[in-house]
């Protein structure tokens, strides 16, 4: 869902523990933004060498725990705080469950923010989100269907709920994802001193990806499950059964109020250059529009 895509924007933001030895993995990255600021993560491991902690820190600051993650067979569960307002406690748990190729069937999250006193936030806000996902023959993703309840309650007089729902396609030729179309359904319902109201309206999103420099799919895909929790919106999705990685990215976005009327359009175009190591992993990803998160991501391995 490209709402998700949205909240789960960086792949290239994480680092990590001791390896074992002879086995080559992603240890670390540095993403460095439009203002040269960076972000540091590092990925800890555990002995099959499974992600099991995500540790950040920008800049010079003191590195903590963002994410911590646990594995029960073939199910993986994140857990996170990912609200930054110490007045508002903020909890977000993803549960990924995995075929045996270790691809995501399904995808269910739970977020749940409670206000603190001094809080101007609303004093409650949880989303219930399932995303499911299929595959062609080859492993490529081919189609997700996606359903989001997010709540909102301020007080006994206004509180409002939303539900999502997605379907997108996705377009795979030669082993490359060529193109992907996302359509958004999304009514409001609102209640506000005594009065109920209906908003909303849908989203379609449009993405096109180029292979002009045949840069290849070549990176530590153990973990793409994990890691596809963060990619940026304009990547392809972490597989290892790609042929190439884009070097160029067009998106386009029509939002409709929920008369069908346009009241937005628009979209824009990333250009990526990669380079890889000795060992032919991807090394970095220089991305110079401004419209990005991040214009430098630096990936680090090791054993």
């Known amino acids: 869902m490209r709402i998700l895509a949205l909240l789960f924007i960086s792949l290239l933001t ?35 060498n499974g992600i099991v902690s995500i540790i950040q820190n920008k800049n010079n600051a003191v590195p903590a725990v963002a994410v911590t993650i646990h594995y029960i067979g073939n199910e993986v569960i994140l857990l996170s705080h990912p609200d930054g307002d110490p007045s508002y406690n903020k909890t977000m748990e993803v549960h990924l469950l995995l075929d045996g ?8 999250e739970y977020t749940y923010g409670i206000a603190g006193i001094s809080s101007l936030k609303p004093a409650e806000t949880f989303r219930y989100d399932t995303l499911l996902c299929e595959y062609d023959a080859g492993g490529l993703l081919k189609s997700t269907r996606g359903s989001r309840y997010d709540s909102v309650y301020v007080d006994t007089s206004y509180n409002s709920a939303t539900h999502f729902i997605s379907a997108a396609s996705y377009t795979n030729d030669g082993g490359n994802l060529q193109a992907a179309i996302e359509n958004v359904v999304y009514p409001i319902v609102r209640r506000a001193n005594g009065i109920t109201s209906m908003s909303g309206g849908s989203s379609e999103y449009h993405t096109v990806f180029v292979y002009a420099k045949s840069y290849p799919n070549h990176a530590d895909f153990k973990n793409a499950a994990v890691l596809n929790e963060y990619k940026l919106y304009y990547e392809s999705p972490f597989n290892n059964n790609y042929k190439n990685m884009p070097d160029q990215v067009t998106t386009g976005t029509i939002d409709k109020d929920r008369n069908g009327v346009i009241i937005f359009s ?17 090394s970095a990803a220089n991305v110079p529009s401004h419209n990005t998160p991040y214009k430098l991501i630096n990936y680090f391995y090791g054993r």
């Open 14 to 48: 994480f680092s990590c523990k001791k390896s074992t030895e002879g086995v080559t993995r992603l240890l670390r990255t540095e993403s460095t933004d439009n203002y040269g600021n960076i972000l540091y993560t590092a990925f800890g491991y555990d002995n099959a």
């Open 101 to 108: 190729s270790n691809r995501v069937l399904r995808r269910i």
């Open 266 to 282: 628009g979209g824009s175009t990333v250009d990526i250059d990669r380079t890889y190591n000795a060992e032919g992993l991807l």
